[in-house]
């Protein structure tokens, strides 16, 4: 089976930073995509980004030039490292992950249970 470890959630005021991390952990014989999704209060969820396993990322417009995310191959573990927070940043943060398991030849998108991520003005 296929679990998360996601940890790096919390309030700031803006201006703050605050480094997200999730870990994938499990039969994963390939992690492909891995990005970050945000669900606003009452609101939809919505790409804030991600990246490919060669490294190559995209971003929402609202977030770029503020975050950026990374991966660690080794560790099977994708961050999203947030600078310069507004309060409109606020939203529930998922992790996401396209993995391969083994005895499989497509992968399957799996979803983190969420961070809380809180930016007061």
């Known amino acids: 089976q296929v679990q998360f470890v996601e940890s790096g959630g919390g309030s700031v005021q803006a201006g703050g930073s605050l480094r997200l991390s999730c870990a994938v952990a499990?039969?994963?014989?390939?992690?492909?995509?891995m990005g970050w999704y945000r669900q606003p209060p009452e609101k939809q969820r919505e790409l804030v980004a991600v990246?490919?396993?060669?490294?190559?990322?995209n971003y929402a417009d609202s977030v770029k030039d503020r975050f950026t995310i990374l991966r660690d191959n080794a560790k099977n573990t994708v961050y999203l490292q947030m600078n310069s927070l507004k309060p409109e940043d606020t939203a529930v943060y998922y992790c996401?992950?396209?993995?391969?398991?083994?005895?499989?030849?497509?992968?399957?998108?799996?979803w983190g249970q969420g961070l809380q991520v809180t930016v007061s003005s």
């Open positions: 990246i490919s396993s060669g490294g190559v990322s």
């Open positions: 996401n992950a396209h993995v391969q398991e083994y005895f499989f030849s497509n992968s399957r998108s799996y």
């Open positions: 499990g039969s994963t014989y390939r992690i492909n995509t």
